[in-house]
Each structure stands twice: as C-alpha cells, then as structure tokens.
T-cell receptor, first 113, second 116 residues
Framework: ETGVTQSPTHLIKTRGQQVTLRCSSQ?????VSWYQQALGQGPQFIFQ???????GRGNFPPRFSGLQFPNYSSELNVNALELDDSALYLC????????????FGSGTRLTVV | AQKVTQAQTEISVVEKEDVTLDCVYE???????LFWYKQPPSGELVFLIR??????QNEISGRYSWNFQKSTSSFNFTITASQVVDSAVYFC?????????????FGPGTRLSVLP
C-alpha cells in the first residue's frame, strides 16, 4: 500500500484568491473525507465523498467544495480565501471493503495572508 | 450534539514513566464508535484503536491500553513505560454508527512530550 498522498505540502495564498488541494488515495478507496485542522485544535469535518458524490457535509460554507474522481483522487476547492482558512487540510480515505479503516494523508498546510 | 473533551492540553513525562490521556465524550446515540489517533510532527493521523459502544472490554496492545467506561462516558488511553518516540499529539474521536466513520468528531488533542 502506498498510502494517501496530498499535494502540495505547503501553500501560501492571498486573501480573496482561490485554492485547489489534491489528494491521491489507494485503489479501491471509494470514500474520501476532508478535514480542516486549525493550529492547536482537532480536525473538523468538512465533507465526504462516496463514489464521486458528496454524501455528508460539516459546518462549512459553500465556498468549500470538492470533487472525487474515478481514479480515487479527489480535490478540495476553496474560493474567496479568508485569513481564518489558514490551517492544515487533511484528506482521509477508506477502502470499499473496510468497515472503519480510514487512512489519513499528511495534509496540506495552507497559509492565507 | 456530539462532543469530545480532552482536558489535558499538554503533558510532559520522563522516559519510562506511565502516562494516561483522558477523553470524555458526549452523544445522544446509543450506538457509536470511539477512536484514538496519534499525530506525529509529520502531520498524518495514525490510527491506534477503535471501540464500539457495546464493547466495554478494556484492551491492551503492547505498551498501550485503553479503558472504556460507558457509565462515565470516558475512553482513556494509557501508555506504559513511555518512550521518546511516543511524543506526539493524541486525539480522541467519536463517530456515529449510522454514518460509520463519515463524520469524526475530534477532541482538541493532548500534546505528549516524552523527555529522555
């Protein structure tokens, strides 16, 4: 298993800009979740995709959106960036045959200035 | 609403000491799952254990042990004979059974520093 890979590892954006974060999961991982982890806090659930459809969302505004692709990769898009969007963004995926085994990536550290 | 509390923000111990990380949760669900994750400086969350709400047996895995007490809504984690490599942030998390693993509610984490 190669794990869950996120890119880029670090990113600096200006307030108001848009950003796309990427996650590459292992074959067969048809469920992917995204989390936002502010400094010194626990991760907070943004949304989840299952078989390329969003099937759950946390308390995040619509400017946070996502996509999941047939090749088990996914994207998190954030529009109109705000300073408070600065955080570590974590991707987690689960194999179709697993009943609980989410694998987390190392995250993308986004800084909004 | 679901909530996870980890009252210890930071803990420092000397190598070989035992240390217990506390976790208290709130949920209205009768069926749910509890987890512990470790987050080393590299950032990824490393799965340590899952426990469902019907299984109150304590579990031991090497130097790690977990004490689940439904009566007090606690799921505490003990590291025996701590090592420097145990230094990390540890998160307790709760997940509804209906949306299995879909929406983890994480606690704020406890930063453990094990000094040589």
């Amino acid at each position: 298993e190669t794990g869950v890979t996120q890119s880029p590892t670090h990113l600096i954006k200006t307030r108001g800009q848009q950003v796309t974060l990427r996650c590459s999961s292992q074959s067969g991982h048809n469920t992917v979740s995204w989390y936002q982890q502010a400094l010194g806090q626990g991760p907070q659930f943004i949304f989840q995709y299952y078989r390329e459809e969003e099937n759950g969302r946390g308390n995040f505004p619509p400017r946070f959106s996502g996509l999941q692709f047939p090749n088990y990769s996914s994207e998190l898009n954030v529009n109109a960036l705000e300073l408070d969007d600065s955080a570590l963004y974590l991707c987690a995926s689960r194999h179709r045959d697993s009943n609980y085994g989410y694998t987390f990536g190392s995250g993308t550290r986004l800084t909004v200035v | 609403a679901q909530k996870v509390t980890q009252a210890q923000t930071e803990i420092s111990v000397v190598e070989k000491e035992d240390v217990t990380l506390d976790c208290v949760y709130e949920t209205r669900d009768t069926t749910y799952y509890l987890f512990w994750y470790k987050q080393p400086p590299s950032g990824e969350l490393v799965f340590l254990i899952r426990r469902n709400s019907f299984d109150e047996q304590n579990e031991i895995s090497g130097r790690y042990s977990w004490n689940f007490q439904k009566s007090t809504s606690s799921f505490n984690f003990t590291i025996t004979a701590s090592q420097v490599v145990d230094s990390a942030v540890y998160f307790c998390a709760l997940s509804e059974a209906g949306n299995y693993g879909q929406n983890f509610v994480f606690g704020p984490g406890t930063r453990l520093s094990v000094l040589p």
